[in-house]
């Protein structure tokens, strides 16, 4: 069994963890979208790969080294043009992506002299570099949506299961309901051919008795 993400040839013969699509409408159309494969569908077999995943979205490591994917665990490491975006934290990618080929003509490496490659500027080896506080805001802003997204999306399920089994549990009532009813029914019927089956032996030995 193969890895069905673009661009990856990932068997499980190779000792890579293969993981289903999720059963959920709503989570595995994310899974569909992520792969960024147009008018496809998975099948019953269809499988991605544990490199599809940022660590945090495996459980903790287990102590008999199970590899188990977190229940809203979503896909987002994909070796294509235009890959999803990231949900916490960047993970190395395993895939080997070559650098683009630099168009440099052949007077421009002959006009390049030691002159000028002293003049481009130093960076010091103590520089500190700085992020912006918005970036990490962005970042848990962003974070914050596809959790409470994925909340919505379990809560629904479960709502949608709840109902399925209130409907079920009301169907089981009216079936017990229904059976009782013609049991008792059939008491009656039975009960109406014993006493009629009484009346007519009784009528029976009473001719006897007069004929005699």
Not at 6 to 24: E, M
Not at 41 to 53: A, D
Not at 88 to 97: A, E, G, Q, V
Request: with cysteine.
């Amino acid at each position: 069994m193969s890895c069905s993400a673009v661009n990856c040839t990932n068997r499980s013969g190779q000792g890579v963890r293969l993981f289903r699509f999720p059963a959920q409408l709503e989570r595995r159309q994310i899974w569909i979208n992520n792969t960024r494969r147009t008018q496809w569908q998975p099948r019953e077999t269809s499988r991605l790969c544990e490199v599809h995943f940022e660590e945090n979205q495996f459980e903790r490591k287990r102590m008999d080294g199970w590899i188990k994917l977190k229940w809203d665990a979503i896909p987002t490491i994909f070796n294509v043009p235009n890959p999803p975006k990231r949900v916490m934290t960047k993970r190395k990618s395993k895939y080997k992506i070559l650098d683009p080929p630099l168009d440099v003509q052949p007077n421009e490496i002959e006009n390049t002299t030691g002159a000028s490659m002293q003049s481009l500027p130093s960076i010091p080896d103590d520089t500190t570099l700085s992020v912006g506080p918005n970036e990490f805001e962005n970042t848990t802003d962003e974070n914050t949506q596809l959790f409470q997204s994925s909340l919505q999306m379990e809560n629904e399920a479960l709502r949608k299961e709840n109902d399925r089994l209130k409907r079920a549990n009301e169907q089981f009532v009216k079936y017990r309901e229904q059976t009782n009813e013609n049991f008792k029914q059939q008491l009656e019927d039975q009960s109406k051919l014993l006493e009629t089956f009484k009346t007519t032996m009784y009528g029976t030995a009473t001719q006897k008795k007069r004929k005699i």
